[in-house]
């Protein structure tokens, strides 16, 4: 019976192992791409028609974030489709647009706190589970294979 219970602590170990491997790639990997992301350029602030202006947070629903702004006079609004506890109604932001074409817009610093967020979470969850995991699988492991080695092998031999 020991070395039974052994046999499917040993196993249980591995798939512990396993899962800390597979969630720390998993959640650690969108971490690092929503980092990532939260610092992605397409190249819109490069361009030689971009400018900047004072931009408002006008509203917050439903994860979309209204962003209001004023342009030689004609006022814009732009939802963004994603929040930021850091930036309640009232927050003011710098908006860059396009010269030619105000409605068009990017906020980096939303769009870093955002994605960060989410980085952070994704990655700590990642680390978490990581750690959750593998201690159980280790735990396992060894009590799996000292259970095996412990033991008493059965005796078939026939005595006369």
Same mark, same amino acid.
């Given at each position: ?7 499917? /602590?040993?196993? /249980?170990g #591995?798939?512990?192992? /396993? ?5 720390? !790639?998993? *959640? ?10 939260s610092?992605?350029?397409d ?13 408002? $947070? !006008? ?7 209204? &962003? ?6 004609? &006022? @814009? ?9 850091? @930036?309640?109604?009232?927050?003011? $932001?710098?908006? @860059? @647009? %396009?010269? %030619? ?13 955002? *994605? #960060?967020?989410?980085?952070? $979470? ?9 750690? /959750? *995991? #593998?201690?159980?699988? &280790?735990?396992?492991?060894?009590? #799996?294979?000292?259970?095996?080695k412990?033991?008493?092998?059965? %005796? %078939?031999?026939?005595?006369?």
């Amino acid at each position: 019976m020991k070395k039974v219970i052994g046999i499917v /602590l040993t196993v /249980l170990g #591995g798939f512990g192992i /396993l899962f800390a491997i597979i969630f720390g !790639v998993v *959640f650690g990997g969108l971490g690092i791409a929503f980092q990532a992301n939260s610092n992605s350029d397409d190249g819109f602030l490069q361009k030689s028609t971009t400018m900047s202006c004072y931009g408002e $947070v !006008v509203s917050v629903e439903d994860s979309v974030t209204t &962003i209001q702004y004023e342009v030689d006079g004609g &006022i @814009y609004e732009v939802d963004f489709n994603m929040q930021s506890s850091g @930036y309640p109604v009232g927050t003011g $932001v710098t908006v @860059y @647009y %396009n010269d %030619n074409q105000p409605e068009e817009c990017r906020v980096p610093e939303l769009t870093e706190a955002t *994605f #960060g967020t989410l980085g952070g $979470v994704f990655g700590g969850f990642g680390i978490a589970f990581a750690i /959750l *995991f #593998g201690v159980f699988g &280790i735990v396992c492991l060894v009590v #799996g294979i000292i259970l095996i080695k412990t033991s008493k092998p059965k %005796n %078939n031999s026939i005595s006369y």
